[in-house]
């Protein structure tokens, strides 16, 4: 079977936009091919830093005749009384190419209509692929698009040259202005001639004689090959940087890393300060040996050596500099005490309508200690308050001032030099973790309540200036934010309902932000229950009803929420737990709004209802049992016995029975049920066959 290759050559694009592109691409093909019939093509795309590429295989010959059905005016305005087609069917049938006496009837809801049967003749596969290229990559969108030539294009990048084949032959077709042939270029440093595709199945060979390996997955493991091999040469190990690897794929056509050095005089910087400099400056890999940092960089190139040791000697000079900067600055930051960066707090704007980085370490440290209070964790109020600035100075020093990502990092390594208690300064280094969901929970107690108030804070207060994430926009990163809160709470397990903390943290703010305190308190508690469900789906890994259902119901608090996700989850393969969540379903129906009243046994008449009395007495005692213990799996297991004795309970007892006191007695026996169902779930919310 045919395939189709397509190759779009431009100026160096953003290697972090190449992976989502390759996805656009991609997925735009295949519904464009899906829509014309070609339902076997298998579609892959793959990039370098210059090229976007498609490949295509089984694709038939040529798109497949298809036979369509198209109706016409109804049987009253298609004929006259006196059987002679009308002007509405004459019109019809010259729209559709045939005569009035080859059309027919067709019966709808509506009546009959007239119809015809209309062959529409399938294209040459070339066509088809012209016009599903053109459309897919005119349609690529990208953080920053540019113009060139006279400003008539918009694109990533300009581009230089389209490769369109079907097999061996080119496929007409025109992108940015640019005609498609069968020529196209190797590498630009080791092959820059120009050179014909010879087929599509060549091309992938011919590019790689010419030094570029265009499928990226080939990349990545050459890659991690030459960094395992560079690093043990002299004794070492590649810290492990899968984001900067990534990079690294999307930097080049040819793969390869170079080793360079590092003086060692750099190496009595923090580990972070060096780690950095090499990883946000210079996009270098930084190693060690025998668990300690090496003076060793691998940087990668795009080319298959560097003979004259120009790449690595710059990468050197660069390195150098940069450490030398962070040494002076790291030295003038500790020529005085670190307390003394505080007052500097009150010059650094947090947001122009929530004040100064001091306001809101101050409303931190007061949060910080209502939810210290709540959680039960011991710590002395008045330390929180006097570490929430102290968490928040080295926003103040040299060296985060030169180097952003390492704040609280420093702040950590400043204040363990000057013999701070270690709870402070870990409180200093982990308080901006976690990142969302990724990444590990502050280590101590003190430092995971800071953490947790400062992204409390940060919410209520940009919701409160109206700073509200929407669609893919979240410019201030509030949904990570709520994730971290969400995290801390699972995994420290902290019994409090995060809602409570909302309105606490709202108050603290200044009073011109609180006129509308419900309406902001209410949309961020919605916010975090949001980033509740989403942790229970995608950390706990419980299907969305399953989330929905705990969510709904029992204790509100994240470990709460999160046992519960996990017992419903190791329960519901029960073989009787289908009919239960069918069952409860009718429970919520009739009980939906009836007050939980005493059940009087005296009104229980049928020997069904006196069966489910029991059991929920037995399920309740169960409950009290269990829950205290948070053995909540087994309250979900005392639900099973329940099953049969519902079922057999509503196939014999009319609930809406004439008589008024034993209808009310039957429909308490049911309301009591749903109340002590509900401290574990609402298995209304199951998706269940038949229900």
């Known amino acids: 079977m045919p395939a189709f290759l397509l190759e779009i050559r431009t100026e160096e694009i953003p290697a972090k936009t190449l992976a989502a592109t390759r996805g656009q691409l991609e997925q735009g093909l295949k519904a464009q091919l899906t829509e014309a019939g ?17 490949l295509v295989r089984d694709l038939p010959e040529r798109q497949a005749d298809r036979e369509e059905t198209v109706t016409g005016p109804p049987r009253s305005a298609a004929f006259a009384a006196d059987g002679t087609p009308t002007r509405a069917a004459e019109g019809f049938a010259r729209k559709v190419g045939l005569t009035v006496n080859k059309l027919h009837w067709v019966t709808t809801a509506k009546g009959e209509y007239l119809a015809a049967t209309v062959l529409h003749q399938g294209r040459p596969t070339t066509e088809i692929l012209a016009e599903a290229v053109t459309a897919v990559v005119e349609s690529l969108r990208f953080p920053k698009m540019m113009r060139w030539g006279l400003g008539q294009h918009l694109f990533v990048r300009p581009v230089h040259g389209v490769v369109a084949l079907l097999d061996e032959e080119v496929v007409p077709l025109q992108l940015f202005g640019v005609a498609s042939d069968r020529v196209t ?32 997955d080939e990349r990545r493991q050459v890659l991690a090959g030459r960094a395992s091999t560079l690093a043990s040469e002299v004794g070492c190990e590649v810290i492990p940087d899968p984001e900067l690897m990534g990079e690294h794929v999307e930097l080049v056509e040819h793969p390869e890393l170079l080793r360079g050095e590092i003086d060692p005089r750099f190496l009595e910087l923090p580990r972070e300060v060096v780690v950095t400099t090499l990883r946000h400056h210079q996009k270098c890999l930084a190693l060690t040996a025998a668990g300690k940092l090496a003076s060793h960089f691998l940087a990668v190139i795009d080319r298959a050596d560097d003979p004259q040791g120009l790449i690595r000697q710059g990468n050197e000079w660069v390195i150098g500099a940069r450490l030398a900067d962070a040494r002076f600055f790291f030295s003038s930051d500790r020529k005085h005490p670190f307390e003394d960066l505080v007052p500097k707090l009150e010059r650094l704007e947090f947001h122009r309508r929530l ?53 609280g990092v420093m702040g950590g390594h400043y204040l363990r030099l000057e013999g701070a208690p270690d709870e402070v300064w870990q409180a200093a280094r982990d308080h901006y973790r976690p990142q969302g969901f990724e990444g590990d929970i ?8 800071l953490a947790a108030a400062d992204r409390l804070d940060t919410l209520v207060g940009l919701f409160a200036v109206g700073e509200v994430p929407s669609g893919s926009r979240d410019p201030f990163g509030l949904r990570r934010a709520a994730q971290g809160v969400v995290r801390i709470a699972a995994e420290a397990g902290w019994d409090v309902d995060l809602s409570e903390a909302v309105p606490v943290a709202v108050a603290l703010l200044d009073e011109e932000l609180r006129a509308d305190a419900g309406a902001v308190a209410e949309a961020v508690t919605s916010f975090l229950a949001d980033r509740v469900r989403r942790y229970l789906v995608d950390v706990e890994q419980a299907s969305g009803d399953t989330a929905e259902a705990v969510m709904v119901a ?24 289908r009919s239960l969540a069918l069952a409860f379903k009718r429970v919520r129906n009739i009980t939906e709004g009836a007050p939980v009243v005493v059940v009087d046994p005296a009104l229980l008449v049928e020997d069904e209802e006196r069966e489910l009395h029991r059991a929920a007495g037995e399920f309740r005692a169960r409950l009290d049992e269990v829950l205290p213990r948070r053995e909540v799996e087994e309250g979900f297991r005392a639900m099973e016995p329940i099953a049969g004795i519902l079922d057999r309970f509503f196939d014999e007892v009319l609930v809406m029975t004439d008589d008024a006191r034993v209808r009310d007695n039957r429909i308490a026996l049911l309301s009591a049920l749903r109340r002590d169902f509900l401290t574990l779930a609402d298995l209304s919310k199951l998706q269940v066959e038949g229900g």
């Open 38 to 54: 070609f339902v076997s093509a298998q579609v892959g795309a793959y990039s370098t830093s210059r090229r976007l590429v498609l």
């Open 442 to 449: 502050p280590a101590s107690d003190l430092g995971r309540v």
């Open 355 to 407: 004040g100064s980085v001091a306001a809101k370490a101050w409303r931190v440290g007061e949060l910080g200690a209502w939810l210290a209070s709540a959680v039960a964790t011991g710590i002395d109020p008045e330390l929180l308050r006097r570490t929430a600035p102290l968490v928040k100075a080295d926003l103040s020093s040299h060296m985060v001032g030169e180097f952003p990502e390492l704040q």
């Open 554 to 577: 029992g204790r509100p608090t994240v470990p709460d929420q999160v046992a519960r996700a996990r017992a419903l989850e190791a329960v519901r393969a029960l073989p009787t737990f």
């Open 185 to 216: 270029l190797g590498h630009r440093v080791h092959a820059p001639e120009p050179f014909k595709v010879t087929s599509v199945d060549s091309y992938l060979g011919q590019l790689s004689e010419r030094g570029v390996t265009v499928d990226q």
